[in-house]
């Protein structure tokens, strides 16, 4: 899904010599944590609310802050998960959506991404969850898919995780199906450490547990 299909207008935009106290109350009452400036429409950058309560004087403009304006954007025909990017690394409730010619679109708002991912991550779909850690190299996204499809489930979503302490890659794996016991097993019997799972075997997870401590005691 491209950028420019989650643009929300509800977001007022506010010029250079907005007031201040006029942006303030803005943040307020649109509850967000920036807006977007624009001049002739051109996309100028995004004004902090902490920025603004920084501000010596609730009644001069704006553009007194010019130099503090965060350069965020992302352009209308980008991926949706640039947006989320960008919104997690500066920390903003919106990301501005620009055109061709930098002009502002309209923002997306962090509840609208957070909407998006949960479809993108098939969340409202039912099924179970199978959580793997292994090394980077072992990683073979053809031999998961195999041990899941023999145990008759689908991959609805897999997402990776590389820990940034171990360098372990964390692998999560969403079926299309609660009863996962079987292929739990069939991960294990292949020498994949699964250290989590949710289904309708989720009162298994603490024998789960137990027994891998037993094997793991019985190594030593």
Same mark, same amino acid.
């Given at each position: ?72 954007? #992302?352009? =209308?025909? !980008?991926?949706?998960?640039?947006? @989320? ?5 500066? %920390?903003? *409730? ?36 199978? #959580?793997? =850690?292994? !090394?980077?190299?072992?990683?073979? @996204? ?5 041990? %899941?499809? *023999? ?70």
């Amino acid at each position: 899904m491209l950028t420019v299909e989650l643009i929300n207008q509800s977001i007022p935009q506010i010029q250079l010599q907005d007031s201040v106290k006029k942006a303030l109350q803005l943040i307020n009452d649109f509850r967000v944590t920036h807006l977007p400036v624009v001049s002739d429409d051109k996309f100028l950058g995004l004004v902090s609310e902490d920025d603004l309560l920084d501000a010596e004087d609730s009644k001069l403009p704006i553009q007194i802050l010019q130099d503090t304006f965060l350069k965020v954007a #992302v352009h =209308e025909n !980008e991926h949706f998960l640039k947006a @989320i990017h960008l919104c997690n690394e500066f %920390t903003t *409730s919106i990301v501005p959506v620009v055109g061709e010619e930098n002009e502002l679109m309209g923002v997306i708002t962090s509840t609208d991404l957070l909407k998006i991912i949960g479809e993108f991550n098939g969340a409202k779909e039912i099924g179970g969850l199978i #959580v793997l =850690e292994m !090394e980077r190299s072992k990683f073979t @996204i053809s031999e998961i898919s195999r041990i %899941t499809e *023999s145990n008759d489930a689908t991959i609805l979503h897999l997402n990776t995780i590389v820990h940034p302490e171990t360098g372990m890659l964390t692998v999560t794996i969403h079926l299309n199906k609660k009863e996962i016991a079987s292929t739990v097993a069939t991960f294990e019997r292949y020498d994949y450490d699964v250290i989590y799972f949710f289904g309708n075997e989720q009162f298994e997870n603490e024998i789960h547990s137990n027994y891998r401590h037993l094997m793991n005691y019985l190594d030593i």
